[in-house]
């Protein structure tokens, strides 16, 4: 069974500061991998998809990184701000029906 | 992307009761996921629910306690039945972009806790 780990557990920064998060999955056969954030109590908002044959993937401060052979992937926040504060969760996509969670890691930007 | 709504947002209940969370979707999809995730958990699939058949149960939860319905292409409900405290998490709806293999939506989630 696919197991999903996602280190550190929890990350503090001051404002400004570039971070990585990482994510780690024991099976590589996947379809792909999806970045999402959680704010405290609330649903999910995907940040980034990244297909089994991408590298990687960009949206404005946020870029992605999947090397599916060694099973890992990064998110990588530039410049952090104080709203990107919430818990980040990475997810593996191995059928139509299977979506396989990171347990997260919760990060605090503090101006 | 796709646009889904839950009802509730969230709701206290007492133990023994029942509690249906609505999801609606913007667009017509095959698949709807519920999921739930309890305090401090990650993410955990419930059922998988497709318009005209039943659902199917993930190991670890049944139907007599999640009844699951997907009367429509855009809508399904969940009822979390005979409720006791373990089953305070936050709820989730979720459906697939294009087809399967693409980028995963989710709702914003019922947050339920049972006294």
């Known amino acids: 069974k696919q197991e999903v780990t996602q280190i550190p557990a929890a990350l503090s920064v001051p404002e400004g500061e570039n971070l990585v998060l990482n994510c780690s999955f024991t099976?590589?056969?996947?379809?792909?991998l999806q970045w999402f954030r959680q704010d405290p109590g609330k649903g999910l908002t995907s940040l980034l998809l990244?297909?089994?044959?991408?590298r990687e993937q960009t949206s404005g401060r946020l870029n992605a990184s999947l090397d599916k052979s060694s099973g890992r992937s990064t998110l990588y926040i530039a410049a952090s701000q104080p709203g990107d504060s919430a818990t980040y969760l990475c997810a593996v996509k191995t059928g139509a029906n299977n979506l396989f969670f990171g347990t997260g890691t919760r990060l605090t930007v503090i101006p | 992307s796709a646009v889904i709504s839950q009802k509730p947002s969230r709701d206290i209940c007492q133990r023994g009761t029942s509690l249906t969370i609505q999801c609606q979707v913007d667009s017509q999809v095959t698949m709807m996921f519920w999921y739930r995730q309890q305090p401090g958990q990650s993410l955990t699939l419930i059922a998988t629910a497709n318009q005209g058949s039943e659902a199917t149960y993930e190991s670890g939860f049944v139907i007599d306690k999640f009844p699951i319905s997907r009367p429509n292409l855009t809508f399904s409900t969940l009822t979390v039945s005979n409720m006791s405290p373990e089953d305070s998490s936050i709820y989730l709806c979720?459906?697939?972009?294009?087809?399967?293999?693409?980028?995963?939506?989710f709702g914003p989630g019922t947050r339920l806790t049972v006294l």
């Open positions: 990244i297909q089994s044959s991408q």
């Open positions: 979720s459906v697939h972009g294009k087809d399967s293999y693409n980028e995963q939506f």
């Open positions: 099976d590589s056969a996947i379809y792909n």
